[in-house]
């Protein structure tokens, strides 16, 4: 199974909503990072957190990083149309491990 | 710099045949990663390597399927013989460290008829 897994699978609401979606991790991790993919193109990176890093801001977003649920989730405040696109979370579960992508959630906003 | 380039950006062919993916990662990162997407399994690492060296390609589907990294600057992805299963979209990535952020290329869409 995944190691980080995020929730929901697919999220739409309206322009200038927020946006809230999750991550979820088995195991103890270095850091944990946020990409998005818009369609047709390679992923980009939003945002690493450290694991002993609680909050994290860039911009309109928002990554929070709960280890003792093993969860994190990346809000992103007053939605825009160009936000439409597809959210992973990556995480490392090991010291020598590498980066592990979850299936990804496909957030819609509409105009 | 221009980012990671990957060529080609699409690529169809005929089951049976050869198919190269090249890829040209940031100038200064000591790793490069092979990515298959598709709907049905999501972002799969095919193959890593640090310093031009393969580390892991437990990732690799099977022997059909080989990487190399001869430089720093330059890798493939070779697919002998191509079948229709391996449609995907391919990403290369590179990156500073294993676990730091990576850099995506765009991909090539490979359809194989």
Same mark, same amino acid.
């Given at each position: 199974?995944?190691?980080?897994?995020?929730?929901? *699978?697919?999220?739409?609401?309206?322009?200038?909503?927020?946006?809230?979606?999750?991550?979820?991790?088995?195991?103890?991790?270095?850091?944990?990072?946020?990409?998005? *993919?818009?369609?047709?193109?390679?992923? =980009?990176?939003?945002?690493?957190?450290?694991?002993?890093?609680?909050?994290?801001?860039?911009?309109?977003?928002? =990554?929070?990083?709960?280890?003792?649920?093993?969860?994190?989730?990346?809000?992103?405040?007053?939605?825009?149309?160009?936000?439409?696109?597809?959210?992973?979370?990556?995480?490392?579960?090991?010291?020598?491990?590498?980066?592990?992508?979850?299936?990804?959630?496909?957030?819609? =906003?509409?105009? | 710099?221009?980012?990671?380039?990957?060529?080609?950006?699409?690529?169809?062919?005929?089951?049976?045949?050869?198919?190269?993916?090249?890829?040209?990662?940031?100038?200064?990162?000591?790793?490069?990663?092979?990515?298959?997407?598709?709907?049905?399994?999501?972002?799969?690492?095919?193959?890593?390597?640090?310093?031009?060296?393969?580390?892991?390609?437990?990732?690799?589907?099977?022997?059909?399927?080989?990487?190399?990294?001869?430089?720093?600057?330059?890798?493939?992805?070779?697919?002998?013989?191509?079948?229709?299963?391996?449609?995907?979209?391919?990403?290369?990535?590179?990156?500073?460290?294993?676990?730091?952020?990576?850099?995506?290329?765009?991909?090539?869409?490979?359809?194989?008829?």
């Amino acid at each position: 199974s995944q190691q980080g897994e995020e929730d929901p *699978q697919a999220l739409s609401i309206q322009e200038g909503e927020n946006a809230t979606m999750n991550c979820s991790y088995k195991t103890s991790i270095n850091n944990l990072q946020w990409y998005r *993919q818009n369609s047709g193109r390679g992923l =980009v990176h939003l945002i690493l957190i450290r694991s002993n890093e609680r909050e994290k801001h860039s911009g309109r977003l928002r =990554v929070t990083l709960d280890t003792s649920k093993k969860s994190s989730s990346l809000l992103i405040t007053a939605s825009r149309a160009a936000d439409t696109a597809s959210y992973f979370c990556a995480t490392d579960p090991g010291a020598n491990s590498k980066l592990t992508f979850g299936k990804g959630i496909t957030l819609s =906003v509409r105009p | 710099d221009a980012g990671v380039i990957q060529s080609p950006r699409h690529e169809v062919t005929e089951m049976g045949q050869e198919v190269t993916l090249r890829c040209k990662p940031i100038s200064g990162h000591d790793y490069l990663f092979w990515y298959r997407q598709t709907m049905m399994r999501g972002l799969e690492l095919l193959i890593y390597f640090n310093n031009n060296v393969p580390i892991d390609d437990s990732g690799m589907p099977e022997d059909r399927f080989s990487a190399k990294m001869p430089n720093a600057s330059f890798s493939t992805l070779k697919i002998q013989p191509s079948e229709p299963r391996d449609s995907a979209v391919y990403f290369c990535a590179s990156s500073w460290d294993l676990k730091e952020t990576q850099y995506f290329g765009p991909g090539t869409r490979l359809l194989v008829l």
